[in-house]
C-alpha cells in the first residue's frame, strides 16, 4: 500500500488507550471499521498521545495500548488489510499538529464541546493538551490524504474543525490537504450510559456505566440488570422522554437487526427486566466471539509487536511525503542528512 490507489477511498480513525473499550466504542466505531475495510485504504490507529491529556499510569498505558491494538484485530481487522498502528510511533503526528496549531484560532477550540466537558470533569488539570486536542487529532487526519473518517456521533464537532483547519491551510498553500468527510452510523452513533442515559457511554467514566467489550458473561448480565429506565413500563421507542428504554432498544436493534417496531410489539405487555435479559443475550452473542480472538492475539507477543512495528513504518512512509509537501509550501528550509 505504498502509492494511494486512485480508486480506492482513504479512511483513518483513532482510538484512545485510556481504557477498556466499551460497547459504544464498538457500536459507534470499530463495527464501521470492520464493514468497511474492503473498501478503501484504511489506518486505524491507537491514539496514546491523545490519551495522555489525562494522566494515565505508564505501565498501564504501555498495557492498554498493545491490548487496544489486539482488539482491533479482534473484533475483525485485518493487519494485510489495515494498517494498524500507534500514534507515538510515527512523530510526524506531532510535528504537523504545531504547523495546525498556527492555522487554528483560540475561539475555535473553546468551543469544543468536549473539552468544556473534560476541563470540568478534571478541574484540577485542564492542561493545554486537553485544550489543543482537536489539533492532534485534525494532525492525524490530514496527514494520510483522508477521504472518510469513521466515528461516533461526539467527534463530529472535531471533524468539522479538521475540515476548517484543512481548508484554510489549502487558501493559502494551495490544494495540499484532502479536505476528509466524516461516516457516522445512523443507528448507535451514541450509545448512553447505562447508569445515566442522558450521557454518552465512556470508558473513563465509573465501571458501572459502560459495558466493556471484555466483560465476562455474568458481568454483562449484572449491570445490564441494574440499567437505568424509567417508571411507566412501556418498550417504546423515545429517545426524548425515554432516553434508558430506547438505549437499550438501540443496542439491540444493532446487534440483532430486529426494528424498533418489530422489538416494540413483540415487548408489548412485558416488562423491562425481559428486555434487559435479550439486550444481556444479545451482547454476550457479539462478545463472546471477540473476547476468544482477544486472548489468542494478546497471547502472541511477537506477532503484536510486528503488526505494531510494520504498521509504524508503513504509516511513516505515507507521513514522510505529507510532511516533505507541507515543509516545502510553507518555506520551512530544505535539508538533507
Ligand atoms: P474517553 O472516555 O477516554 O474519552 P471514549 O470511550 O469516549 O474515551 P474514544 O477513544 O475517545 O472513546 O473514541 C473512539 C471512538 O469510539 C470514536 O469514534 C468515538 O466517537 C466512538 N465512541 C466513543 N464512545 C461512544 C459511544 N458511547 N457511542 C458511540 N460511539 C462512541
Ligand atoms: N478524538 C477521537 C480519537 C481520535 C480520532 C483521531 C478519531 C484521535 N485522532 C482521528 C478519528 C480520527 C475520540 O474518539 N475521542
Known sequence: MQEQNESKKRIFSGIQPSGILTLGNY????????????????????????????????ATLRRRCTDTLALLMAVGLDPQKNILFC????????????????????????????????????????????????????????????????VGDDQKQHLELARDIAIRFNNVYGPVFTVPDAYIPKIGARVMSITDPTRKMSKSDEE?????????????????????????GQVRYDPENKPGVSNLMS??????????????????????????NEVADAC??????????????QADKAFLEGVMRSGAERASALAGRTMSKVHRKMGLAPYKL
Open 208 to 232: 458501572a456505566s459502560y459495558i466493556a467489550i471484555l466483560d465476562e458473561p455474568d458481568v454483562i448480565r449484572r449491570k445490564l440488570r441494574r440499567a437505568v429506565t424509567d417508571s411507566d
Open 27 to 58: 457500536i459507534g466505531a470499530l463495527r464501521s471499521w470492520v464493514q468497511l475495510q474492503d473498501e478503501a485504504e484504511n489506518l486505524y490507529c491507537v491514539v496514546d498521545l491523545h490519551a495522555l491529556t489525562v494522566r494515565q499510569d505508564p
Open 251 to 276: 443496542i439491540l436493534y444493532v446487534l440483532t437487526g430486529e426494528s424498533f417496531d418489530a422489538i416494540e410489539s413483540r415487548f408489548a405487555g412485558r416488562g423491562y427486566g425481559e428486555l434487559k
Open 87 to 150: 500514534q507515538s510511533h510515527v512523530p510526524a503526528h506531532s510535528e504537523l499538529s504545531w504547523l495546525l496549531g498556527c492555522f487554528t484560532y483560540i475561539g475555535e477550540l473553546s468551543r469544543m464541546t468536549q473539552f468544556k466537558d473534560k476541563a470540568q470533569r478534571h478541574a484540577d488539570n485542564i492542561n493545554a493538551g486537553l485544550y489543543t486536542y482537536p489539533v492532534l487529532m485534525a494532525a492525524d487526519i490530514l496527514l494520510y490524504n483522508t477521504d472518510l473518517v469513521p
Open 284 to 297: 454476550v452473542a457479539a462478545l463472546s466471539p471477540v473476547q476468544a480472538e482477544f486472548k489468542r492475539i
